[in-house]
Nanobody, 123 residues
Framework: QVQLAESGGGLVQAGGSLRLSCAVS????????LGWFRQAPGKEREFVAV????????DYADSVKGRFTISRDNGKNTVYLQMNSLKPEDTAVYYC????????????????WGQGTQVTVSS
C-alpha cells in the first residue's frame, strides 16, 4: 500500500512563494511517477506538474510553466512543488499522486492520492 501526505500549504499574497511537500510511504518509492494536481472550488481537478521516477523528466501545465518547479528526493521519499510568483487563480487544494505508469498528465492513470493541502493566494 502506498500512502501520500502533503504539507506546506497556506495563505500567501500574490507574488509570493510556497513550497509544498509530499511524503510517500511504501515500497519502491523510486519506481513511482509522481504528480501534483489541484482543484479550485467549483472546478474539476486539473494537472499541475509531473516528475519521472529518476527526476530527469518533468512536465508542467501551461498555466504554471516558468513559475512552478517539481522535484523529488528519493532518499527522503519526498516530492516537492516550489511555487513562485503566485497568483490568485492558483488558489486551490493541491494533491500529490503516484502512478506506476509512464510520465502522464492524466489524473485517471494515478492510483494513489494524498488528502490535499489548501493554498490560498490573496490579491
Amino acid at each position: 500500500q502506498v500512502q501520500l501526505a502533503e504539507s506546506g500549504g497556506g495563505l500567501v499574497q500574490a507574488g509570493g512563494s510556497l513550497r509544498l511537500s509530499c511524503a510517500v510511504s511504501g515500497r519502491t518509492f523510486n519506481s513511482y511517477v509522481l504528480g501534483w494536481f489541484r482543484q479550485a472550488p467549483g472546478k474539476e481537478r486539473e494537472f499541475v506538474a509531473v516528475i519521472s521516477w529518476s527526476g530527469r523528466s518533468t512536465d508542467y501545465a501551461d498555466s504554471v510553466k516558468g513559475r512552478f518547479t517539481i522535484s523529488r528526493d528519493n532518499g527522503k521519499n519526498t516530492v516537492y512543488l516550489q511555487m513562485n510568483s503566485l497568483k490568485p487563480e492558483d488558489t486551490a487544494v493541491y494533491y500529490c499522486a503516484a502512478t506506476f505508469e509512464i510520465l502522464t498528465t492524466n489524473l485517471d492513470e494515478y492510483n494513489y492520492w494524498g488528502q490535499g493541502t489548501q493554498v490560498t493566494v490573496s490579491s
